[in-house]
């Protein structure tokens, strides 16, 4: 029944032991959502940066609709991730790190929002068109002639459409009322056409501690580039960023909340073509490193 203060300072003792080895021992398990037409085969390099600075880091991939699969439809996709992350979300009791990479930012967005009990503490999007595509880059040509930027809105936006994961997020800024009206992921992700279920999505998004936003200019996939951080074009193409969406000033799915509580990171950087992101040793060591503890 000690209550002199040697008892006191041998509590005090105890709990910076317990919270220092929470701290330093164990670093949170990182769970990598893939992208467009890739898999964990691309994410070699990272995990080695990973198991390099932070040595025992349990990196774990989400090994779902690899290549070509991952045109199916997102919420699609969303549904079979979720069973994958759930058992892994358990065996976490600190929580863990989701860090998706491009098409996968928007899987992860959307299992963060619909998922009421996710552990998730640092959420990194690592060069992801979060504010939707418009541009028919390189990558996509082959599935996308060229001339079809203008036109594709016709398939895209149509029922059929809507069964293509690039369509879930295609954001052509001439046909807003087309996208609000049948667009079917992002436009509800982003609270860009309101419904019944925001509210509950804001409040899942926001049990995570941090959004990691990452992405630059020489991209050359996500377009605008902008769209990696909340960014996108008006109806003239001009860019308009985060604060000045409206998304943001309705604080539709929590994102003002987010940078009110100080915990939105943005890195930037030049000279890293979209598929480099993920094994470039600069944009790790300045970008990611920190949030993975
Ligand atoms: C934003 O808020 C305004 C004013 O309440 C409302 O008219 C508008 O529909 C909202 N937009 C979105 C995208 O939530
Ligand atoms: C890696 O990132 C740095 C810093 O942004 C950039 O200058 C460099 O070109 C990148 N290297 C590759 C191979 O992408």
Redesign the pocket.
Do not use: L, Q, Y
């Given at each position: 029944m000690g209550s002199g203060p040697g008892s006191w300072f041998w509590q005090v003792v105890l709990l910076q032991l317990l919270l220092s080895g929470l701290c330093t021992d164990g670093y949170r398990p990182v769970v990598i959502v893939h992208g467009l037409f890739d898999g964990p085969k691309q994410f070699r390099t990272l995990t080695f940066l990973i198991s390099k600075v932070h040595p025992g880091t349990e990196v774990l991939f989400i090994n779902l609709y690899d290549g070509l699969f991952s045109l199916r439809p997102l919420w699609k996709q969303v549904q079979d991730f979720r069973q994958e992350v759930e058992p892994i979300m358990k065996k976490a009791p600190d929580g863990i790190h989701l860090l998706c990479f491009s098409q996968g930012g928007l899987i992860c967005r959307a299992l963060l929002s619909t998922m009421a009990d996710h552990n998730v503490h640092n959420f990194i999007a690592l060069s992801s068109p979060l504010a939707g595509q418009y541009g028919d880059t390189d990558y996509l040509r082959w599935l996308f002639p060229k001339y079809m930027k203008k036109t594709i809105f016709h398939i895209c936006y149509s029922k059929a459409g809507q069964c293509f994961s690039i369509c879930n997020y295609w954001n052509d800024p001439h046909q807003r009322d087309r996208y609000l009206h049948s667009n079917t992921f992002l436009a509800l992700l982003n609270?860009?056409a309101?419904h019944a279920e925001m509210k509950v999505w804001r409040e899942n998004f926001l049990h995570i501690k941090k959004l990691v936003l990452i992405g630059g200019p020489d991209d050359g996939v996500v377009t605008p580039w902008q769209s990696s951080l909340f960014g996108f074009y008006d109806s003239s193409e001009n860019i308009v960023e985060m604060r000045n969406q409206?998304?943001y000033r309705?604080d539709?799915f929590g994102l003002k909340t987010l940078e009110a509580r100080g915990d939105i990171s943005v890195c930037v950087h030049s000279g890293v073509h979209h598929t480099k992101w993920h094994s470039n040793q600069t944009v790790f060591n300045t970008c990611l490193e920190k949030w993975l503890t």
């Open positions: 609270g860009d309101p409206e998304f309705n539709t």
